[in-house]
């Protein structure tokens, strides 16, 4: 039993051993495709990378050894040929189809794929892609359906027939990438997304919802930027932006072109005509030639073998100027271009520089006769209007003149008129105020005389004027009635105007109202004369603090009661 025991132990032991290196070798192999299918999708062919898992493994098994010459012989012919043959290509896919895994097997049809791809054979590419596809589905390996359905979306993507296949391939492999957290590859979707927009033409169903496209790309660069993939990124602000040109957009173009220029330069120097005939485009449709011939001479400064660039630039120019009706520089652009043109339209070219040449003269001529009849008509009516003007000017002028001389003259005449009226007016109001004035002296005198009449009428006044005495509580109830009655309630109005005033301030108050002297206010009080005076000064003072006081500055007490 122990011995059984033994051997299973020993037997596990080599199992996870042949596990372990088995493990190794499939991340190696995993890695000599990746340097391949890295290869074909940007052209870099990686001897480094194959250099390095060589030594890593150098006494690898013998499937890895033979995946190791077939990449090696498949790169060495794709950077001589800048892409690889079939008689390189079919081993290397036919062995790993044979003895490879099954993300092996899917990964040599895709390789094979884009090798027909590139080749031009578009319907066996699609089968292959295909194929590859139902195998990765089999096997339950989400990352390589993600890259069969890519393959599949670009592949539809150039064929205008398929341009609504390409959307669902995309589609698929954009849930894909969202469910694997795959940033960089759903960035990639959506580029590839956007480019439909860019593709189409009018009366295609996506031309007039190229917004779509643009908030693909927007939504590709942000993915790109947070995966921090800066490939990516620019590439689809700079799709963005040609976008954005080809709807005729090119203020939201040019800040994305200058933000992509100098990676673009950089990354693709083959590229430098399409970057540099993009910005040519784009400040031409701002109408700003100035800003547009920066670039142009740095395109007509490429090398010989991008006259193509050189043709397109001249073709625009031709274009812009005939747009802008300069006939004289559509023909400069024309006799350019002409230097650019294939042999067979150069007979066409030719045509259409000599009638611009043409017609340039023949404007230019009647251009030159217009402008001197023009000269002389402006002239000859610039005199008259002159003459019309000085005319009208005078009349209009000595008219307005006179009118204000009318108008002046009827203004003084009424300004006097106005002044003798209040001169008699101003006489008449004085004499009326100073009849007015004396009669109501005359009726104040007669008030005071009255009041006094009334007042010393009663047999009370009469006894107290004549023999005054300390006064009991009916003597002041009669003096208090006597005088409300005359000056018109005077104690309630006097309580009223100074509530503060007690009884006793306001039995003073009645006798200096009636005119009694200090003496004989003294005795009626039964107080002496200088404690007269001090009550008088503390009445006063009570009056000036009450709200709404109207002694004047100076005033005495008995000038103020003999007015309240």
Same mark, same amino acid.
């Given at each position: 039993m122990r011995n059984i025991l033994?051997?299973?132990?020993?037997?596990?032991?080599?199992?996870?051993?042949?596990?372990?290196?088995?493990?190794?070798?499939?991340?190696?192999?995993?890695?000599?495709?990746?340097?391949?299918?890295?290869?074909?999708?940007?052209?870099?062919?990686?001897?480094?990378?194959?250099?390095?898992?060589?030594?890593?493994?150098?006494?690898?098994?013998?499937?890895?050894?033979?995946?190791?010459?077939?990449v090696r012989a498949w790169l060495t012919a794709f950077e001589t040929q800048q892409a690889a043959p079939d008689s390189v290509t079919a081993p290397l896919v036919a062995y790993l189809e044979k003895h490879g895994t099954p993300r092996e097997r899917v990964r040599a049809l895709l390789l094979h794929g884009m090798g027909l791809e590139r080749r031009g054979n578009a319907a066996d590419a699609q089968l292959a892609y295909q194929k590859a596809l139902r195998l990765a589905r089999q096997g339950g390996d989400s990352t390589q359906v993600l890259l069969c359905w890519m393959r599949l979306g670009e592949l539809y993507l150039i064929r205008t027939e398929l341009r609504s296949e390409a959307a669902k391939a995309y589609g698929n492999a954009m849930r894909l990438a969202e469910q694997l957290g795959d940033a960089s590859r759903l960035s990639s979707c959506h580029a590839n997304l956007g480019r439909l927009y860019i593709a189409a033409l009018p009366g295609d169903s996506l031309y007039d919802r190229w917004q779509e496209g643009v908030a693909h790309y927007r939504k590709a660069a942000e993915l790109a930027h947070e995966a921090g993939?800066?490939?990516?990124?620019?590439?689809?602000?700079?799709?963005?932006?040609?976008?954005?040109?080809?709807?005729?957009?090119?203020?939201?173009?040019?800040?994305?072109?200058?933000?992509?220029?100098?990676?673009?330069?950089?990354?693709?120097p083959d590229q430098k005509g399409a970057t540099l005939f993009s910005l040519i485009t784009v400040f031409l449709q701002l109408d700003r030639p100035d800003s547009a011939q920066?670039?142009?001479?740095?395109?007509?400064?490429?090398?010989?073998?991008?006259?193509?660039?050189?043709?397109?630039?001249?073709?625009?120019?031709?274009?812009?100027?005939?747009?802008?009706?300069?006939?004289?520089?559509?023909a400069w652009a024309a006799d350019s271009l002409f230097h650019y043109q294939p042999a067979a339209?150069?007979?066409?070219?030719?045509?259409?520089?000599?009638?611009?040449?043409?017609?340039?003269?023949?404007?230019?001529?009647?251009?030159?006769?217009?402008?001197?009849?023009?000269?002389?008509?402006?002239?000859?009516? *610039?005199?008259?209007?002159? $003459? %019309? =003007?000085?005319?009208? #000017?005078?009349?209009?002028?000595?008219?307005?003149?006179r009118d204000r001389l009318h108008r002046r003259e009827q203004q003084l005449h009424e300004k006097d008129q106005t002044i003798n009226t209040l001169q008699t007016n101003l006489e008449e109001e004085k004499a009326h105020t100073e009849e007015v004035t004396g009669r109501l002296s005359e009726m104040e005198t007669r008030e005071q005389e009255l009041s006094h009449a009334l007042t010393n009428d009663t047999e009370l006044m009469q006894r107290l004027r004549r023999e005054p005495k300390f006064l009991g509580e009916e003597d002041w109830e009669k003096l208090k009635a006597v005088t409300d009655r005359v000056y018109n309630g005077f104690t309630t109005r006097l309580h009223e105007?100074?509530?503060?005033?007690?009884?006793?301030?306001?039995?003073?108050?009645?006798?200096?109202?009636?005119?009694?002297?200090?003496?004989? *206010?003294?005795?009626?009080? $039964? %107080? =002496?004369?200088?404690? #007269?005076?001090?009550?008088?000064?503390?009445?006063?003072?009570?009056?000036?603090?009450?709200?709404?006081?109207?002694?004047?500055?100076?005033?005495?007490?008995?000038?103020?009661?003999?007015?309240?």
């Open positions: 033994y051997i299973l132990l020993f037997g596990l032991a080599v199992c996870l051993l042949a596990a372990s290196c088995g493990g190794g070798s499939q991340a190696r192999r995993e890695a000599l495709l990746d340097i391949l299918t890295s290869t074909s999708t940007d052209g870099q062919t990686d001897f480094a990378r194959l250099d390095s898992l060589e030594q890593a493994a150098p006494d690898a098994g013998e499937h890895e050894q033979v995946v190791r010459r077939l993939d800066e490939f990516n990124e620019m590439v689809a602000k700079y799709e963005l932006a040609t976008l954005y040109m080809h709807r005729q957009r090119p203020y939201e173009a040019l800040p994305l072109l200058q933000e992509t220029k100098d990676f673009g330069l950089r990354t693709f920066v670039y142009i001479d740095q395109a007509l400064a490429l090398p010989a073998h991008q006259n193509n660039i050189r043709y397109h630039v001249y073709e625009m120019l031709f274009q812009y100027y005939q747009a802008k009706k300069r006939p004289d520089l559509a339209a150069r007979q066409q070219v030719s045509t259409q520089v000599a009638e611009i040449k043409e017609k340039y003269a023949n404007d230019q001529l009647s251009e030159d006769h217009a402008r001197v009849s023009r000269q002389r008509d402006d002239i000859i009516l *610039i005199s008259l209007a002159v $003459a %019309v =003007a000085l005319l009208i #000017v005078i009349v209009f002028g000595r008219k307005a003149y105007h100074c509530p503060q005033l007690s009884e006793v301030y306001i039995r003073y108050c009645v006798l200096i109202k009636l005119g009694f002297t200090v003496s004989q *206010i003294g005795i009626l009080m $039964a %107080v =002496a004369p200088s404690s #007269v005076s001090q009550q008088k000064s503390r009445i006063k003072k009570r009056l000036q603090q009450a709200e709404g006081c109207t002694l004047a500055e100076g005033e005495s007490l008995d000038e103020w009661l003999g007015r309240f």
